[in-house]
C-alpha cells in the first residue's frame, strides 16, 4: 500500500528517480514522512491538517540546503 501512494505522489509531482536504490531511498523519505503527518493529524488538540507536498522525499539536510543554511 506504501509503495502505491508512493507511485501516486510521484505521478502528481512529475518525480522519477534513476535507479532502484534511489527509488528505494526517496520512497522511505516518503513513508517517514506519512507517519509523521498521520500522527500530527491524528492529534485533537491541533485546528489544522498537514499533507505531503513536493518536498516530501526530500532528506532535512537538503531542504536546510534550499533554505540557504
Do not use: C
Not at 27 to 40: C, T, V
Not at 43 to 51: K, L, S
Amino acid at each position: 500500500m506504501g509503495q502505491q501512494r508512493f507511485t501516486e505522489h510521484m505521478l502528481d509531482y512529475g518525480l522519477s528517480y534513476g535507479t532502484q536504490a534511489e527509488f528505494e531511498f526517496r520512497m522511505n523519505q516518503y513513508l517517514s514522512k506519512e507517519a509523521d503527518i498521520e500522527e500530527i493529524n491524528a492529534n485533537p488538540a491541533h485546528t489544522f491538517t498537514v499533507g505531503h507536498n513536493q518536498f516530501s522525499t526530500w532528506t532535512h539536510e537538503e531542504y536546510k540546503v534550499l533554505l540557504g543554511y
